[in-house]
């Protein structure tokens, strides 16, 4: 079993910032893929930022030159660094990470239980 725990949210007014992180644990072999999605009222849930084995980074273009995620791979942990932030980033923050597990070659997907951003205008 994987768990994913997030931290790092809450309430902040337009223009500031928030630091994201989530720590995996539990029987990880390697995790490859690591990411953010969010979720705001009504909407569907959207890549934010992943981040590859290889350091590869995909983005959406809502938040290009203001997000930026990194990992560490010692600690299992992603990050997400939010600058300059506008009220329409509000949302619950998802993390995600491909995992392979101790018990075999496959990999899974696992979820961190959301972390609420907000910000105010």
């Known amino acids: 079993q994987v768990q994913l725990v997030e931290s790092g949210g809450g309430l902040v007014q337009a223009g500031g910032s928030l630091r994201l992180s989530c720590a995996a644990s539990?029987?990880?072999?390697?995790?490859?893929?690591m990411g953010w999605y969010r979720q705001a009222p009504g909407k569907q849930r959207e890549l934010v930022e992943t981040?590859?084995?290889?350091?590869?980074?995909n983005y959406a273009d809502s938040v290009k030159g203001r997000f930026t995620i990194s990992r560490d791979n010692a600690k299992n942990t992603v990050y997400l660094q939010m600058n300059s932030l506008k009220p329409e980033d509000t949302a619950v923050y998802y993390c995600?990470?491909?995992?392979?597990?101790?018990?075999?070659?496959?990999?899974?997907?696992?979820w961190g239980q959301g972390t609420q951003a907000t910000v105010s205008s």
């Open positions: 539990g029987r990880i072999r390697s995790i490859s893929d």
């Open positions: 995600h990470c491909r995992v392979r597990i101790n018990t075999g070659p496959w990999e899974y997907d696992y």
């Open positions: 981040i590859t084995g290889g350091g590869s980074t």
